[in-house]
Nanobody, 122 residues
Framework: QVQLVESGGGLVQAGGSLRLSCAASGRSRYAMGWFRRAPGKEREFVAAIRKDGDSTYYADSVKGRFTISRDDAKNTVYLQMNSLKPEETAEYYC?????????????????WGQGTQVTVSS
């Protein structure tokens, strides 16, 4: 069992930046992803990183603005978010995937954090 705890959410103005963190329990490495769910919408993929950190994946809407990274010494995954937009207001979740395939599907992920709220004001 893996426990994931997100932090770093908050209120930011449009165009601003936030860095989310996801601390994972345990020693095993997993592929890690970030997802978000806006009010009234389904959870959607944002970014993912392979367990070796060699490759990253992004939703088209965030490419060039968001960066996912991992520090395995700290068992932590980060999501740096720049140039935030009001429509990106959502609950952001990190997730761990034991057997990744596409890296982008909610159903692939085995463990989920509780989420951290990001609110972008216009």
């Amino acid at each position: 069992q893996v426990q994931l705890v997100e932090s770093g959410g908050g209120l930011v103005q449009a165009g601003g930046s936030l860095r989310l963190s996801c601390a994972a329990s345990g020693r095993s490495r997993y592929a890690m992803g970030w997802f978000r769910r806006a009010p009234g919408k389904e959870r959607e993929f944002v970014a993912a990183i392979r367990k070796d950190g060699d490759s990253t994946y992004y939703a088209d809407s965030v490419k060039g603005r968001f960066t996912i990274s991992r520090d395995d010494a700290k068992n932590t995954v980060y999501l740096q978010m720049n140039s935030l937009k009001p429509e990106e207001t959502a609950e952001y979740y990190c997730a761990a995937d034991r057997r990744p395939y596409t890296y982008k599907e909610v159903r692939e992920y085995d463990y989920w954090g509780q989420g951290t709220q990001v609110t972008v004001s216009s």
